[in-house]
């Protein structure tokens, strides 16, 4: 069946919702009214005209039609039509006839053989009332006709659970994809019609996209770990399909009323299943708190403020040196809106000025300290000595100092993997700022001071991700500095969880180490996100490939692989994801000497010498090494 000119569509879709109700309750009466009398005369083979047999066909088609909008038939949209709305005629008809029914027995009306007659009206309305609406279906919205559209992009759903049925029915109403199977690894499934679509085993995929053209896949299984989602991916890759999420059932419909689907984040291959946080930890240092968060428009920073809010502190200090960052954190905790009772505090400052830290931490009485300002880019601040070292280990020594004068009980330093044994400045000043802190707890036990150390975090300013992201969307190269380089990775709201849990444990002058995973070669990581795409590597084995991988070259200061611990030993803590490192610490007193050699040679930008006198005071610091 042909749709209706697109003149007489758009009259159609455009009626009020009332006006399009009216139509229907019209047209369902006379569907009724005619299954009636057409019933008397296939069992009588005449049409009956005598007034009982009429007031009975009245009666059926107003009873039967205020039954249906008893039963919600009229509210249902004919675009989104489905079982329920089956249901509803059903049962409209069922007490039509039953109405019908009542009334020749109570009345005494000679029907003659009445069951035969009620029988065939019920299955002629059934019919009726189906059939006129799927074909006004199939004339109004052609779109929704699974044939009706080869414009559709074709696409396969992987899970035939309640997401995976829900997502089917919502993509045939649609004008943009076309359903045509669902995938499920359950045996009991495969088969069966769920949402019109066939149930098949993951091994059908192949023949799937032969047939149709598919193109994309999409996964429906909100409730899935990291873990399966991960193997599924890995089992499709090779298919060259565009990899699509479902996230969750809330995130089904945007504001909209359009699909809201995202594409696969590798966050969701590289990242790992959770573990349920320790409440008295992550509300240790927190509940109840004035807490200062430095750099807090940074990735960890701004992901820190997020998750303190939740936990309720006193107040929250943003400190920031940028001012958009730190508009956009305030501005989004604001908006939010989730715990009002938290003060908000936006402080524009440098860590770097010790006077404006001590007023700021006596001013709204900090108890506790994350200290997440700092340079992080390793080429950047191989470039600019000076003043990474100003900001990463001086501005740490500043705010230190500060947080004892002011009586803070607990700093927090976020470190990093770069710190041991630095090939670059920018791990050299992060082991330097872990040093001052440890040595300062040997001088200020009222403060305890404690280090959390990790590798990358997913999504973070200076992440690989980002970066081969926005190289694949321009159609390529990803740059790639060494083919055999390794990192480890972290999604930035689990680093953030377990720094608050790790801030919380131990001893002042604790380095806690996170447990990062397995690492992950960049260049496997590389690939695997051209064929998030649906596209393939260019190389020599493969020369009509879509995207090439270019090896650049390591840049000053990096290193092939990171590495967590300097002298390899740690212990385990009450968390199974945080370790204790032990490592090897700095008198007081030959810290204060070597930050004071440090000072003069930075004032007479010497490279060499400020290369030396860190050197000397972080021994394992590799200028060379690489």
């Not at 092939?560 to 610490?585: F, G, K, N, S, W």
Request: overall charge positive.
């Amino acid at each position: 069946m042909p749709p209706l000119p697109f003149p007489l569509r758009r009259l159609f879709i455009g009626l009020p919702r009332r006006g399009k109700q009216a139509l229907a309750m019209a047209a369902d009466a006379c569907l009724l009214l005619a299954a009636f009398h057409v019933a008397l005369w296939l069992r009588f083979e005449l049409f009956f005209f005598n007034r009982y047999y009429l007031w009975l066909s009245l009666l059926a088609c107003a009873g039967g039609v205020v039954a249906l909008a008893a039963l919600g038939l009229y509210r249902y949209v004919l675009r989104y039509m489905n079982e329920r709305v089956m249901l509803s005629i059903a049962g409209g008809i069922a007490i039509s006839v039953m109405m019908v029914t009542a009334a020749s027995l109570f009345f005494r009306i000679p029907l003659g053989l009445s069951r035969g007659v009620l029988v065939i009206y019920g299955l002629l309305a059934l019919a009726g009332l189906l059939g006129t609406r799927m074909l006004a279906r199939r004339m109004l919205f052609p779109g929704t006709h699974p044939d009706a559209s080869d414009m559709r992009v074709p696409v396969v759903i992987y899970g035939a659970g309640g997401a995976g049925s829900q997502l089917a029915t919502a993509l045939r109403a649609g004008p943009h994809y076309r359903p045509v199977a669902l995938l499920d690894d359950d045996r009991a499934k495969h088969q069966l019609v769920i949402a019109g679509l066939r149930v098949r085993p993951p091994s059908d995929l192949p023949a799937l996209i032969d047939k149709y053209g598919v193109r994309q896949l999409l996964i429906a299984i909100p409730s899935a770990s990291r873990t399966r989602i991960r193997g599924i991916v890995e089992s499709v890759e090779r298919y060259r399909l565009r990899i699509r999420l479902v996230p969750s059932l809330k995130e089904f419909v945007d504001q909209s009323g359009g699909l809201r689907l995202r594409d696969i984040r590798i966050e969701d291959l590289l990242g790992r299943d959770p573990v349920e946080p320790i409440p008295d930890l992550l509300h240790r240092c927190v509940r109840g708190r004035s807490v200062l968060v430095s750099g807090a428009g940074g990735s960890i920073g701004s992901e820190l403020c997020r998750q303190i809010v939740a936990l309720r502190p006193r107040r929250l200090v943003l400190f920031e040196i940028s001012e958009p960052a730190l508009y956009a954190i305030e501005h989004e905790l604001r908006q939010a809106g989730q715990h009002p009772e938290v003060e908000l505090v936006a402080v524009l400052g440098s860590v770097r000025d010790e006077a404006q830290c001590l007023a700021r931490l006596r001013e709204f009485g900090v108890q506790t300290i994350y200290h997440a300002a700092a340079y992080k880019h390793v080429p950047i601040v191989e470039r600019n000595i000076v003043e990474g070292l100003q900001t990463n280990a001086f501005g740490t020594l500043t705010m230190a100092r500060a947080a004892v004068q002011a009586g803070v009980q607990d700093f927090v330093l976020i470190s990093t993997d770069k710190a041991v044994r630095p090939a670059n400045v920018m791990g050299a000043s992060k082991r330097l700022a872990e040093l001052i802190l440890q040595a300062y707890a040997q001088r200020h036990p009222a403060t305890r001071f404690s280090m959390v150390r990790f590798g990358n975090v997913l999504g973070s300013s200076g992440s690989v991700v980002p970066l081969f992201h926005r190289q694949i969307r321009a159609g390529g190269p990803l740059t790639l500095t060494h083919p055999d380089i390794t990192r480890y990775f972290m999604t930035i709201p689990e680093a953030a969880q377990l720094v608050l849990q790790a801030g919380a444990m131990g001893e002042s002058g604790s380095v806690f180490v996170l447990d990062m995973g397995e690492p992950v070669r960049i260049r496997d990581l590389a690939e695997r996100m051209i064929h998030m795409y649906g596209l393939t590597v260019r190389d020599g084995r493969r020369p009509d490939g879509d995207i090439e991988i270019r090896v650049t070259g390591l840049r000053p200061g990096e290193k092939l692989y990171e590495e967590l611990l300097i002298d390899a030993e740690a212990v385990d803590t009450a968390h199974p994801r945080i370790m204790r490192a032990r490592e090897h610490e700095l008198p007081y007193g030959e810290l204060l000497e070597g930050m004071q050699a440090l000072q003069a040679a930075m004032a007479a930008a010497d490279p060499a010498a400020i290369i030396a006198a860190l050197s000397r005071l972080v021994p394992e610091y590799s200028p060379s090494r690489s």
